[in-house]
């Protein structure tokens, strides 16, 4: 489990070592889908992300708030607020915190689809974001 002085300390190193922030982004992605393999997920697939992206559940579809290009800004179905851009090419503060990933994964797939998503569908979904040019 990573805590947030771990967290803090691994962002104060990428600092000093002159890393970007993305650097640090792609740190915490990489820990997550290090995760999803423990929990049985494997090979992630950009084009099963984006399919899971695009999907109807239950409920709605991720698209439905934010947007079928990751690039851009959605806007929440309820409440109407923008939602930034989900890609880290162009949001390099998405994927930064472990914590709020966890939460939002929880929040959304619930949201949509009426469960929780797998570890494959969140490592699919995340391959999509993170390689969305």
């Avoid at 992206?53 to 409920?59: C, Q, S």
């Avoid at 607020?81 to 472990?98: A, F, L």
């Amino acid at each position: 489990m990573v805590t947030r002085t771990m967290k803090k300390y691994a962002l104060l190193c990428c600092c000093l070592s002159g890393l970007s922030a993305t650097a640090w982004a792609s740190g915490a992605s990489d820990a997550e889908f290090a995760q999803f393999k423990t929990d049985g997920a494997a090979n992630f697939s950009a084009e099963q992300g984006k399919k899971n992206w695009n999907r109807d559940g239950e409920k709605r579809a991720c698209i439905t708030c934010h947007g079928t290009d990751p690039k851009k800004s959605g806007q929440h179905a309820t409440t109407q607020k923008v939602i930034e851009p989900m890609s880290s090419k162009v949001n390099p503060e998405r994927y930064t915190d472990i914590n709020k990933m966890d939460k939002w994964f929880k929040r959304n797939c619930e949201w949509a689809w009426s469960r929780e998503c797998t570890a494959q569908e969140k490592g699919d979904i995340l391959t999509y974001l993170t390689s969305t040019d």
